[in-house]
C-alpha cells in the first residue's frame, strides 16, 4: 500500500522552529517530486515548498523564502520540511504529497497524500 506519513507538527511560540517529516512506504521518492502544502481554516490548500527527487532542485511559496527550507533522506524515504522563524500566519494543516518527476504548485496535480500534521504558532 503506497502511503505518506508526516509528522512533526505542533504548537509553537512566533520565532520558533519546526521540522516536519514526510515518509514514504509502499514505494519509492525516486523519479518524484514531493510536495509540502498547508491549509489554514477558510482558506485553500496552498503549495508551500517542492523537492524534485531525481536532481533535487527545490521551489518555495514567496512568504516562506528565508525562513523554510525543503530536503530529502533517500535512504530514509524521507522529506523534511525544516521551519524556522515561525509565525501565526504560518497556523495550517501541513501536508505532504507525491507527483510524478517535476515540481507544480496545483495542488490537484499530486497524487498521493498523507493525512497531515497540525503546526500552530501561537504565543
Known amino acids: 500500500q503506497m502511503q505518506l506519513v508526516e509528522s512533526g507538527g505542533g504548537l509553537v511560540q512566533p520565532g520558533g522552529s519546526l521540522r516536519l517529516s514526510c515518509a514514504a512506504s509502499?514505494?519509492?521518492?525516486?523519479?518524484?517530486?514531493i510536495g509540502w502544502f498547508r491549509q489554514a481554516p477558510g482558506k485553500e490548500r496552498e503549495g508551500v515548498s517542492c523537492?524534485?527527487?531525481?536532481?533535487?532542485?527545490?521551489t518555495y511559496l514567496d512568504s516562506v523564502k528565508g525562513r523554510v527550507t525543503i530536503s530529502r533522506d533517500n535512504a530514509k524515504n524521507t522529506v523534511y520540511l525544516q521551519m524556522n522563524s515561525l509565525e501565526p500566519e504560518d497556523t495550517a494543516v501541513y501536508y505532504c504529497a507525491v507527483r510524478s518527476l517535476l515540481c507544480s504548485p496545483t495542488a490537484a496535480d499530486f497524487g498521493i497524500w498523507g493525512q497531515g500534521t497540525q503546526v500552530t504558532v501561537s504565543s
Open positions: 509502499g514505494f519509492t521518492l525516486t523519479y518524484n517530486a
Open positions: 523537492i524534485t527527487h531525481s536532481d533535487g532542485s527545490t
